[in-house]
């Protein structure tokens, strides 16, 4: 993964309640064993028509939405089922930041293991952003470093994060990275047991 300090680009608004993680990626697209290839399935349901068309009322279809990166949501974001392609889903089709008031716990850490900046601000400030992005994307400058989020109008909002998950983003370093670098120390330690279970 590639470290997260400064992210900058247009938010999108998507202002519906407790998106589950099955209208993110729908069942049917969970047969692939690659991380990659789901963003084309990302919010199916509600990007295409029965019949294969996108579907012109579906907020991310707009033209002007093309591109974004960030996504302004609302409540409990991510509900449902614990699947790991969401974040996947998500990342692959572009999307680098997720800003709600709130997060289902299992979709909020599967988002940090996967490179995704999921950030929680409060029921206003959410609103505030969700009004401003309805019509046009934002431009939105989000701050991984000094924990913060600001647009080009003089909207300003912190958010907290863990020291830990904050270290492993800016370094875009996974679980299994953090504990390679502990590969001295791991030796040695099995070397040490192996010693002592021969005396």
Known sequence: MSGINVLEGKAAALNRANVDTDQII???FLKRIEKTGFGQYLFFDWRYLPNGDPNPNFELN???NAGVSILIANENFGCGSSREHAP?????YGFKAIIAPSFADIFHQNC?????????????EVAFLLEKAKEQPIHLQIS???QTVEDTDGFYA???????????????????EITLQLDDKIKQFEEKEEFSQNY
Do not use: C, R, T
């Open 26 to 28: 729908p069942k049917q």
């Open 62 to 64: 707009a033209p002007q």
């Open 88 to 92: 996947w889903a998500l990342l692959d």
């Open 112 to 124: 940090l293991k996967n490179g995704i900046l999921p950030i929680v601000l409060n029921n206003e």
């Open 144 to 146: 991984l470093e000094n």
């Open 158 to 176: 912190q958010f907290s994060i863990h020291p830990y998950w904050k270290k492993l983003l800016m370094n875009g370093w996974d679980e299994i």
